[in-house]
Protein backbone atom coordinates (compact mmCIF):
# COMPACT_ATOMS: atom_id res chain seq x y z
CA UNK A 1 0.00 0.00 0.00
CA UNK A 2 1.27 3.52 -1.13
CA UNK A 3 0.99 5.47 2.08
CA UNK A 4 2.72 8.32 3.88
CA UNK A 5 1.79 9.50 7.43
CA UNK A 6 3.90 12.38 6.88
CA UNK A 7 1.63 15.15 6.21
CA UNK A 8 0.77 18.20 7.37
CA UNK A 9 -0.96 19.42 10.75
CA UNK A 10 -4.27 20.51 9.88
CA UNK A 11 -5.22 20.37 13.35
CA UNK A 12 -2.93 23.16 13.99
CA UNK A 13 -5.15 26.04 14.47
CA UNK A 14 -7.67 24.10 16.66
CA UNK A 15 -8.13 21.65 19.94
CA UNK A 16 -4.59 20.19 20.80
CA UNK A 17 -5.37 16.55 21.70
CA UNK A 18 -3.44 15.37 24.87
CA UNK A 19 -3.23 11.49 24.18
CA UNK A 20 -1.38 9.49 21.49
CA UNK A 21 -2.96 8.84 18.36
CA UNK A 22 -3.94 5.46 18.28
CA UNK A 23 -1.83 4.23 15.31
CA UNK A 24 -4.92 3.06 12.89
CA UNK A 25 -6.55 6.89 14.06
CA UNK A 26 -2.89 8.76 12.06
CA UNK A 27 -4.06 10.83 9.04
CA UNK A 28 -2.16 9.99 6.08
CA UNK A 29 -1.75 10.46 2.38
CA UNK A 30 -1.38 8.81 -0.87
CA UNK A 31 0.93 10.56 -2.99
CA UNK A 32 2.09 10.07 -6.58
CA UNK A 33 5.81 10.03 -6.87
CA UNK A 34 5.26 11.87 -10.37
CA UNK A 35 3.02 15.06 -10.03
CA UNK A 36 -0.26 14.96 -10.60
CA UNK A 37 -2.74 17.98 -11.06
CA UNK A 38 -5.79 16.11 -8.81
CA UNK A 39 -6.83 15.30 -5.40
CA UNK A 40 -9.54 13.92 -3.00
CA UNK A 41 -9.84 15.18 0.51
CA UNK A 42 -11.62 12.57 2.48
CA UNK A 43 -13.46 13.39 5.39
CA UNK A 44 -14.08 10.80 8.33
CA UNK A 45 -17.14 9.96 10.70
CA UNK A 46 -18.37 10.99 14.04
CA UNK A 47 -16.26 9.11 16.38
CA UNK A 48 -14.34 7.46 13.59
CA UNK A 49 -10.35 7.83 12.07
CA UNK A 50 -8.84 7.97 9.17
CA UNK A 51 -7.64 4.67 9.13
CA UNK A 52 -11.71 3.97 7.61
CA UNK A 53 -11.60 5.40 4.52
CA UNK A 54 -8.28 3.70 3.17
CA UNK A 55 -10.24 1.44 0.89
CA UNK A 56 -11.59 4.51 -1.21
CA UNK A 57 -8.27 5.96 -0.69
CA UNK A 58 -6.26 2.72 -2.25
CA UNK A 59 -8.84 2.89 -4.96
CA UNK A 60 -8.43 6.64 -5.69
CA UNK A 61 -5.11 6.20 -5.95
CA UNK A 62 -5.06 3.36 -7.93
CA UNK A 63 -7.16 5.76 -10.63
CA UNK A 64 -4.42 8.50 -10.58
CA UNK A 65 -5.76 10.94 -7.95
CA UNK A 66 -3.47 12.10 -4.96
CA UNK A 67 -5.34 11.26 -1.45
CA UNK A 68 -5.73 12.85 2.12
CA UNK A 69 -7.31 11.88 4.83
CA UNK A 70 -7.12 13.89 7.69
CA UNK A 71 -7.87 13.61 11.64
CA UNK A 72 -10.24 15.53 13.48
CA UNK A 73 -9.31 16.50 16.96
CA UNK A 74 -10.85 14.31 19.76
CA UNK A 75 -11.10 11.50 17.21
CA UNK A 76 -8.75 8.23 17.41
CA UNK A 77 -7.36 9.24 21.49
CA UNK A 78 -9.35 9.27 23.82
CA UNK A 79 -12.79 10.31 25.50
CA UNK A 80 -11.29 13.07 27.26
CA UNK A 81 -9.70 14.59 23.86
CA UNK A 82 -13.38 13.94 22.35
CA UNK A 83 -15.44 15.94 25.18
CA UNK A 84 -13.14 18.89 24.93
CA UNK A 85 -13.55 19.43 20.97
CA UNK A 86 -15.79 21.12 19.17
CA UNK A 87 -17.70 21.24 15.71
CA UNK A 88 -15.78 23.88 15.03
CA UNK A 89 -12.66 21.94 15.29
CA UNK A 90 -13.77 19.12 13.15
CA UNK A 91 -15.15 21.18 10.47
CA UNK A 92 -12.09 23.79 10.20
CA UNK A 93 -9.91 20.61 10.12
CA UNK A 94 -11.23 19.58 6.82
CA UNK A 95 -11.06 23.62 5.91
CA UNK A 96 -7.64 23.62 6.39
CA UNK A 97 -7.05 20.92 4.34
CA UNK A 98 -8.94 21.73 1.31
CA UNK A 99 -7.23 25.03 1.57
CA UNK A 100 -4.02 23.79 1.53
CA UNK A 101 -4.69 21.54 -1.54
CA UNK A 102 -6.76 24.20 -3.51
CA UNK A 103 -3.18 25.58 -3.68
CA UNK A 104 -1.28 22.81 -4.87
CA UNK A 105 -3.72 21.47 -6.75
CA UNK A 106 -5.80 21.93 -10.13
CA UNK A 107 -8.80 20.49 -9.07
CA UNK A 108 -9.56 19.39 -5.69
CA UNK A 109 -12.43 17.01 -5.16
CA UNK A 110 -14.22 15.97 -1.61
CA UNK A 111 -15.38 12.43 -0.42
CA UNK A 112 -17.43 12.24 3.11
CA UNK A 113 -18.93 9.16 5.35
CA UNK A 114 -21.41 9.76 7.84
CA UNK A 115 -20.57 12.83 9.85
CA UNK A 116 -17.77 13.48 7.44
CA UNK A 117 -20.11 13.57 4.18
CA UNK A 118 -22.01 16.60 6.14
CA UNK A 119 -18.54 18.07 6.81
CA UNK A 120 -17.48 17.79 3.19
CA UNK A 121 -20.88 19.04 2.26
CA UNK A 122 -20.12 22.00 4.40
CA UNK A 123 -16.53 22.45 3.23
CA UNK A 124 -17.43 21.99 -0.79
CA UNK A 125 -19.89 25.06 -0.96
CA UNK A 126 -17.41 26.82 0.72
CA UNK A 127 -14.83 26.18 -1.70
CA UNK A 128 -17.00 25.71 -4.41
CA UNK A 129 -16.13 22.62 -5.26
CA UNK A 130 -16.91 21.13 -8.31
CA UNK A 131 -17.35 17.04 -7.47
CA UNK A 132 -18.37 15.56 -4.22
CA UNK A 133 -19.01 12.22 -3.35
CA UNK A 134 -21.07 10.83 0.12
CA UNK A 135 -21.69 7.44 1.86
CA UNK A 136 -24.12 7.50 4.07
CA UNK A 137 -24.27 11.14 4.90
CA UNK A 138 -25.30 12.33 8.57
CA UNK A 139 -27.57 14.69 7.02
CA UNK A 140 -30.82 13.30 8.23
CA UNK A 141 -30.36 11.46 11.55
CA UNK A 142 -33.46 10.19 13.05
CA UNK A 143 -31.95 8.43 15.88
CA UNK A 144 -30.41 11.67 17.45
CA UNK A 145 -32.87 13.35 20.13
CA UNK A 146 -32.14 16.92 19.65
CA UNK A 147 -34.29 17.58 22.02
CA UNK A 148 -32.98 15.74 24.79
CA UNK A 149 -29.31 15.88 24.21
CA UNK A 150 -29.66 19.64 24.15
CA UNK A 151 -30.85 19.95 27.52
CA UNK A 152 -28.50 16.61 28.62
CA UNK A 153 -25.41 18.04 27.31
CA UNK A 154 -25.19 20.33 30.02
CA UNK A 155 -25.51 17.59 33.32
CA UNK A 156 -24.68 14.23 31.68
CA UNK A 157 -20.82 13.36 31.04
CA UNK A 158 -21.82 10.33 28.84
CA UNK A 159 -23.75 7.56 29.27
CA UNK A 160 -22.87 3.52 28.85
CA UNK A 161 -24.35 1.78 25.84
CA UNK A 162 -23.55 -1.74 24.80
CA UNK A 163 -20.47 -1.72 22.25
CA UNK A 164 -18.82 -5.39 20.87
CA UNK A 165 -16.19 -6.05 18.65
CA UNK A 166 -17.47 -7.83 15.19
CA UNK A 167 -14.97 -10.05 13.52
CA UNK A 168 -16.49 -9.74 10.30
CA UNK A 169 -15.63 -6.63 9.61
CA UNK A 170 -11.95 -6.31 7.75
CA UNK A 171 -10.18 -3.19 8.43
CA UNK A 172 -7.84 -1.95 5.47
CA UNK A 173 -5.19 0.64 7.93
CA UNK A 174 -2.00 -0.15 9.46
CA UNK A 175 -2.84 -0.59 12.82
CA UNK A 176 -2.42 -2.05 16.41
CA UNK A 177 -3.80 -5.41 16.99
CA UNK A 178 -5.93 -3.86 20.19
CA UNK A 179 -6.84 -0.86 18.25
CA UNK A 180 -10.78 -1.53 17.28
CA UNK A 181 -11.33 -2.33 20.89
CA UNK A 182 -9.49 0.59 22.22
CA UNK A 183 -11.51 3.16 20.41
CA UNK A 184 -14.56 1.00 21.10
CA UNK A 185 -13.61 1.54 24.80
CA UNK A 186 -13.25 4.87 24.48
CA UNK A 187 -15.99 6.43 21.58
CA UNK A 188 -18.30 3.66 20.83
CA UNK A 189 -19.16 2.24 24.31
CA UNK A 190 -20.78 5.32 25.63
CA UNK A 191 -22.67 8.42 24.25
CA UNK A 192 -21.59 11.45 24.77
CA UNK A 193 -24.82 14.36 24.74
CA UNK A 194 -22.67 17.30 24.37
CA UNK A 195 -20.56 15.54 21.47
CA UNK A 196 -24.21 14.42 20.03
CA UNK A 197 -25.25 18.32 20.36
CA UNK A 198 -21.92 19.08 18.15
CA UNK A 199 -23.16 16.88 15.99
CA UNK A 200 -25.86 18.24 15.10
CA UNK A 201 -24.61 21.63 14.86
CA UNK A 202 -22.78 20.19 11.49
CA UNK A 203 -25.72 18.24 9.92
CA UNK A 204 -27.88 21.70 10.36
CA UNK A 205 -24.88 23.83 9.50
CA UNK A 206 -24.45 21.21 6.18
CA UNK A 207 -28.30 21.38 5.44
CA UNK A 208 -27.96 25.27 5.15
CA UNK A 209 -25.69 24.86 2.78
CA UNK A 210 -27.15 22.17 0.38
CA UNK A 211 -30.07 24.93 -1.76
CA UNK A 212 -26.46 26.34 -3.03
CA UNK A 213 -24.29 23.75 -3.14
CA UNK A 214 -22.90 23.75 -7.04
CA UNK A 215 -20.59 20.85 -6.87
CA UNK A 216 -21.71 17.43 -8.91
CA UNK A 217 -23.02 15.13 -6.26
CA UNK A 218 -23.32 11.64 -5.54
CA UNK A 219 -24.90 10.51 -2.52
CA UNK A 220 -24.76 7.04 -1.68
CA UNK A 221 -27.18 5.19 0.75
CA UNK A 222 -27.56 1.54 2.02
CA UNK A 223 -30.52 -0.99 2.61
CA UNK A 224 -29.62 -2.11 6.01
CA UNK A 225 -27.71 1.09 7.03
CA UNK A 226 -29.80 1.82 10.69
CA UNK A 227 -28.21 4.93 11.24
CA UNK A 228 -28.67 6.83 8.17
CA UNK A 229 -31.75 6.64 6.18
CA UNK A 230 -32.00 7.23 2.29
CA UNK A 231 -33.77 10.00 2.92
CA UNK A 232 -30.38 12.19 3.49
CA UNK A 233 -29.18 11.00 0.11
CA UNK A 234 -32.66 11.92 -1.75
CA UNK A 235 -32.54 15.11 0.68
CA UNK A 236 -28.96 16.28 -0.99
CA UNK A 237 -29.51 14.70 -4.24
CA UNK A 238 -32.49 16.70 -5.02
CA UNK A 239 -30.68 20.46 -4.59
CA UNK A 240 -31.22 22.31 -7.48
CA UNK A 241 -27.77 23.09 -8.70
CA UNK A 242 -25.31 20.75 -10.14
CA UNK A 243 -25.42 16.88 -11.48
CA UNK A 244 -26.46 14.48 -8.90
CA UNK A 245 -27.17 10.85 -8.57
CA UNK A 246 -28.66 8.56 -5.89
CA UNK A 247 -27.48 5.29 -5.61
CA UNK A 248 -29.21 3.02 -3.14
CA UNK A 249 -27.23 -0.41 -2.52
CA UNK A 250 -29.65 -2.74 -0.73
CA UNK A 251 -26.95 -4.58 0.61
CA UNK A 252 -24.94 -2.26 1.96
CA UNK A 253 -25.07 -0.88 5.65
CA UNK A 254 -23.78 2.51 7.39
CA UNK A 255 -20.14 1.28 7.20
CA UNK A 256 -19.19 1.25 3.43
CA UNK A 257 -15.87 1.91 2.84
CA UNK A 258 -15.32 -1.64 4.80
CA UNK A 259 -18.69 -3.10 4.54
CA UNK A 260 -19.07 -6.73 5.55
CA UNK A 261 -20.55 -7.28 2.33
CA UNK A 262 -17.63 -6.91 -0.28
CA UNK A 263 -19.95 -6.99 -2.88
CA UNK A 264 -21.69 -4.00 -1.44
CA UNK A 265 -18.46 -2.35 -0.62
CA UNK A 266 -17.17 -2.75 -4.29
CA UNK A 267 -20.07 -1.66 -5.57
CA UNK A 268 -19.91 1.78 -3.48
CA UNK A 269 -16.08 1.95 -4.05
CA UNK A 270 -16.51 2.11 -7.77
CA UNK A 271 -19.13 4.54 -7.76
CA UNK A 272 -17.15 6.77 -5.95
CA UNK A 273 -14.16 6.15 -8.45
CA UNK A 274 -16.13 7.10 -11.54
CA UNK A 275 -17.81 9.95 -9.95
CA UNK A 276 -14.62 11.10 -8.81
CA UNK A 277 -13.36 10.71 -13.09
CA UNK A 278 -16.10 12.69 -14.18
CA UNK A 279 -18.72 9.60 -15.19
CA UNK A 280 -22.28 10.72 -14.83
Not at 137 to 148: C, D, E, G, K, W
Request: with cysteine.
Amino acid sequence: MHITYDIPDFTEHHYQDKAPVRKSARPWAMIHEDAVGKAVLLCHGYTGYPGELIRPGIDLFAAGFDVYCPRYPGHGTCSNDFLASRAEDWIGTAYDAFAYLAQRYEHVSVVGHSMGGAIATIISDAFDADTLALLAPALVIPSLPVMQVRLLRHVVRRKKVDWQPDPDYHFYYEGDADDDAFLGSEYWSYQYPKLLWELERVRRQAEACIGHLAADTLSISGGRDATIPQEASILVTSKPKGVNKHLHIEEAGHLMPYDKNIDAQNEAMAAVVAWMEGRR
